[in-house]
Nanobody, 122 residues
Framework: QVQLVESGGGLVQPGGSLRLSCVAS????????MGWYRQAPGKQRELVAA????????TYADSVKGRFTISRDNAKYTVYLQMNSLKPEDTAVYYC???????????????WGQGTQVTVSS
């Protein structure tokens, strides 16, 4: 049973911004680190950013450092990804999942939500 709902994607010009949201079930969200992952056409899914259950620490892929910010609202079971200075290479479907900090912030669950499409193009 899918327990993740991502939203906030869209079409944006290079240099633009988007804010993604992911609402998770309480059982998944509570006490778990959460991560954002993305999958571009023809490529493997990769970690974009992750945040611990308490908000610190967090981690970012080198390609998004300084441009993306991950945050979470534990009261709303929601994790956010603020994406600034977007580039065409950020185009992908973005997913969230619970993450395991002890295993390189790898996703915990094998089932995923529908994701949200981000397209960066002029």
């Amino acid at each position: 049973q899918v327990q993740l709902v991502e939203s906030g994607g869209g079409l944006v010009q290079p240099g633009g911004s988007l804010r993604l949201s992911c609402v998770a079930s309480a059982s998944m969200f509570s006490f778990n680190a959460m991560g954002w992952y993305r999958q571009a056409p023809g490529k493997q899914r990769e970690l974009v950013a992750a945040i611990s259950s308490g908000g610190i620490p967090s981690t970012y892929a080198d390609s998004v450092k300084g441009r993306f910010t991950i945050s979470r609202d534990n009261a709303k079971y929601t994790v956010y990804l603020q994406m600034n200075s977007l580039k065409p290479e950020d185009t992908a479907v973005y997913y969230c999942n619970a993450a395991n900090p002890s295993l390189g912030w790898s996703p915990i669950r094998n089932d995923w939500g529908q994701g949200t499409q981000v397209t960066v193009s002029s």
